[in-house]
């Protein structure tokens, strides 16, 4: 079965400070893991993908993530955080042999204090 | 490219009224769409998958005869929210893959359907 875990449903960071949110996946065969953003009352917006290349992966608004198999994580980084990156951010996990089917965590709120 | 739009963008029904999403690919074909819920503050929970041309498969604890879903053509599914009561009232999210990019490309998700019923 597969399985994504946000840990942190709540993270506040300064302005120009790193951000680190986090997730754990669980997954019976290779994944292909997601990242992606939610502004209030909108879609989702993708910030990167890992597809097995490599295992950092850099995706838009300087945002990256490092895919370390070994601990079954994927989480994303950004040197520093701007106040227009203050929204909800949901961790996802795609394998092939389940219709293809997403399966999110429960995503992680990102507060940006000035 | 993969571009998903989804109609309205915002709802407000009374209560025993009926109210149809609409989900479109625009530059692709899609077979299969997805339909999530969003309840305020949590995250998207997979209610269906929509397939064209045959019936949609739900979710377990879905009310089938309530969220009815249709998808007659490969560019178009809606989800139509039958006998709507207040609890319904949730963000609805439609998403889809190309088929035409590989399996690693990922999906393509609308803007989401903000429904209230009063």
């Known amino acids: 079965a597969q399985s994504v875990t946000q840990l942190g449903s709540h993270v506040s960071v300064s302005e120009g400070a790193l951000v680190l949110l986090r997730c754990n996946y669980s997954?019976?065969?290779?994944?292909?893991l997601f990242w992606y953003v939610q502004y209030p009352n909108q879609g989702l917006q993708l910030l990167l993908k890992?597809?097995?290349?490599?295992?950092l992966v850099k995706g838009i608004n300087g945002f990256e993530a490092e895919f370390k198999k070994s601990e079954t994580s994927f989480h994303l980084t950004k040197p520093s955080a701007h106040m227009s990156d203050a929204a909800e951010y949901f961790c996802a996990v795609s394998v092939t042999n389940t219709g293809n089917q997403f399966y999110f965590g429960t995503g992680t709120s990102l507060t940006v204090i000035p | 490219g993969a571009v998903v739009s989804q109609h309205p963008s915002r709802v407000i029904c009374k209560s025993g009224t009926s109210v149809k999403i609409e989900c479109r690919s625009l530059d692709f074909q899609a077979t299969t769409m997805f339909w999530y819920r969003q309840f305020p503050k949590q995250s998207l929970m997979l209610m269906a998958t929509?397939?064209?041309?045959?019936?949609?498969?739900?979710e377990q604890g879905v009310e089938k005869d309530k969220f009815l879903i249709n998808h007659a053509s490969l560019t178009l599914s809606t989800l139509t929210v039958t006998s709507a009561h207040p609890e319904d009232s949730s963000f609805y999210i439609c998403s889809a893959r190309d088929p035409g990019r590989g399996l690693n490309y990922g999906y393509t998700f609308g803007s989401g359907t903000r429904l209230t019923v009063v």
């Open positions: 997954s019976s065969v290779p994944p292909y």
């Open positions: 929509s397939n064209e041309g045959s019936k949609a498969t739900y």
């Open positions: 890992y597809t097995s290349a490599a295992t």
